[in-house]
């Protein structure tokens, strides 16, 4: 009930397409869904978060998509560019207790030019 | 915004011997930090969570002894893995969160261990 399960593990867009990540949860306790971006080597950065209360959330060219009765959430990159290519976490988390994370699997992202 | 830095970023050890890897944050009072482990093409595993002068609350499966993560002040955490072993050569990333920012999470750069 704990995991968080992330499609596709790998995603090959061309530039100036969309791309779309979807995760999928069970713990209805979840309230809070951020989506970080990873660069090889590098820490991971936090590009946009949702909580439940709305069903979307645009930030620039990334919007979440948020389905509470399906229990998912989407990420969707529009107009990618090549300097998009990178890993993709969705994660959960509580708003009570550690606030800790359950990462999703990832998703590698290539946009070719 | 939130910084976390770590130090080192990366670290080349013999096997046998320990080695110490700090997380700072650096313009915000971490009243939570967090450590991660993160294999090639994998995901981050949490470890263990730290709050400020408490013990830490380790992951089920991993060692305490073996990852000591001490969190000694509102804007540093260590984790020493003592007794390192090639095996746990792994990418070593910690995160930090404060009472204003409720969940989110500010990751530091990460740390590359290599056990030969």
């Known amino acids: 009930q704990q995991q968080v399960k992330q499609s596709p593990q790998s995603l090959i867009v061309q530039k100036g397409g969309i791309s779309i990540i979807n995760c999928a949860y069970e713990n209805t306790a979840f309230d809070y869904f951020p989506w970080y971006q990873q660069f090889p080597g590098k820490g991971p950065a936090l590009l946009i978060a949702i909580r439940p209360d709305v069903s979307e959330k645009k930030e620039g060219r990334f919007t979440i998509s948020f389905n509470k009765s399906a229990k998912q959430f989407s990420l969707h990159i529009m107009d990618s560019q090549p300097g998009d290519s990178a890993t993709y976490f969705c994660?959960?988390?509580?708003?009570?207790?550690?606030?800790?994370?359950?990462f999703g699997t990832g998703t590698r992202l290539k946009v070719l030019a | 915004g939130a910084v976390v830095s770590q130090h080192p970023s990366w670290v080349i050890c013999k096997s046998g011997t320990s080695v110490k890897i700090e997380c700072r944050s650096l313009?915000?009072?971490?009243?939570?930090m967090f450590w991660y482990r993160q294999f090639p093409k994998q995901s981050l595993m949490l470890m263990a969570t730290s709050n400020e002068g408490s013990k830490a609350t380790y992951e089920q499966g991993v060692e305490k002894d073996k990852f000591l993560i001490n969190h000694a002040s509102l804007t540093l955490s260590t984790l020493t893995v003592t007794s390192a072993h090639p095996e746990d050569s792994s990418f070593y990333i910690c995160?930090?969160?404060?009472?204003?920012?409720?969940?989110?999470?500010?990751f530091g750069p990460g740390t590359r261990l290599t056990v030969l």
């Open positions: 995160s930090a969160r404060d009472q204003l920012s409720y969940n989110e999470q500010f």
């Open positions: 994660a959960a988390s509580t708003s009570s207790g550690t606030y800790k994370y359950i």
């Open positions: 313009d915000f009072q971490a009243t939570t």
